[in-house]
């Protein structure tokens, strides 16, 4: 695996395999066509057409379509057609944060090709004029990439909360990191790609953050999603991404971005171009 590898794989979208879906004739995600199949049994709310799925929602507010929206999700996961319910709710939006149209749970947003926001925080200390990054090893029994490496805080952004508020509780939960010294945490971009899956697709996009941290300080998990920390030089930590698949794949173009912005991946790279440009895609039109 090479840096352009886990670029490649976080972009793995193919638009012919999906049609667009529509909430209220605002084009929010994009379906499986069996996927939107399996909405006919809603005639009144879903119409399934060969290029398109519309859905109509009559409630007048935000709250009363994302309540609506929740029963059919409910069906849905009660046939099957959906693995779980997560209880997050994200938006369904054309566009940023604040523009959606209607809540979808978390984990339905895949199926929908709603788009998804999340916060990756690098943590890193100075040790002298080097920089070391605090890694963290996810549980054993993570249902999404068990025992693989992961940034030392990080989560998806709900729609019901702000970003500093899940900024501080992601550090929290995740580090044992207090709120006066999240607070120290600088946003420093966005990264976007459009990954395939078996339930969907996933338009993401990753608020990035760096927070130094005193050399002293040592991180402790609060949620039991981490199993330990490492304190890894960018030496180790360039190796580890650019020669394997220990990250969790989306951490992998995080890491990547901190290495870019930091000069540890520089323009003689043969593929820093590629590499550069591989981290901002846009993100497929509705």
């Known amino acids: 695996m090479s840096f352009l590898d886990h670029i490649r794989a976080c972009n793995n979208h193919d638009p012919s395999q999906f049609i667009p879906f529509y ?3 605002v084009g929010v995600g994009r379906v499986r066509p069996d996927f939107a199949g399996r909405l006919r049994q809603w005639p009144g709310i879903f119409t399934v057409e060969e290029d398109a799925l519309h859905c109509r929602l009559e409630q007048r507010d935000l709250a009363g379509r994302s309540a609506a929206f929740a029963e059919i999700l409910g069906v849905l996961d009660r046939q099957d057609v959906i693995s779980h319910l997560h ?3 994200y938006e369904a939006t054309p566009d940023g944060r604040g523009a959606g149209i209607v809540h979808v749970d978390r984990a339905a947003v895949a199926y929908f090709g709603v788009r998804a926001f999340g916060q990756h925080i690098n943590g890193y200390v100075r040790d002298g004029d080097q920089i070391k990054m605090w890694i963290g090893l996810r549980s054993s029994d993570r249902k999404v990439f068990p025992g693989h490496l992961d940034n030392l805080a990080a989560g998806g952004l709900p729609a019901t909360i702000t970003l500093e ?3 501080l509780k992601e550090c929290w939960e995740e580090a044992a990191i207090s709120p006066g010294l999240a ?10 790609y459009c990954a395939d899956s078996d339930k969907g697709v996933k338009p993401d996009t990753l608020f990035c953050y760096d927070l130094e941290l005193p050399s002293d300080f040592e991180p402790r998990c609060n949620d039991d999603e981490v199993e330990a920390f490492y304190l890894m ?9 650019d020669g394997s ?13 901190f290495l870019v912005r ?3 991946l520089g323009p003689e790279h043969p593929d820093y171009l590629a590499i ?3 981290l901002h895609p846009r993100l497929p039109e509705i």
């Open 233 to 241: 030089s960018m030496d180790e930590v360039l190796e580890i991404v």
């Open 183 to 192: 607070c120290r945490a600088r946003p420093v971009g966005a990264i976007t």
């Open 262 to 264: 930091h000069g540890y």
């Open 245 to 257: 698949d220990r990250f969790k794949l989306n951490c992998n173009l995080v890491v990547t971005d």
């Open 87 to 89: 209880g997050e709710q």
């Open 23 to 25: 909430v209220n004739g």
């Open 276 to 278: 550069v440009s591989g």
């Open 165 to 167: 508020e899940n900024l």
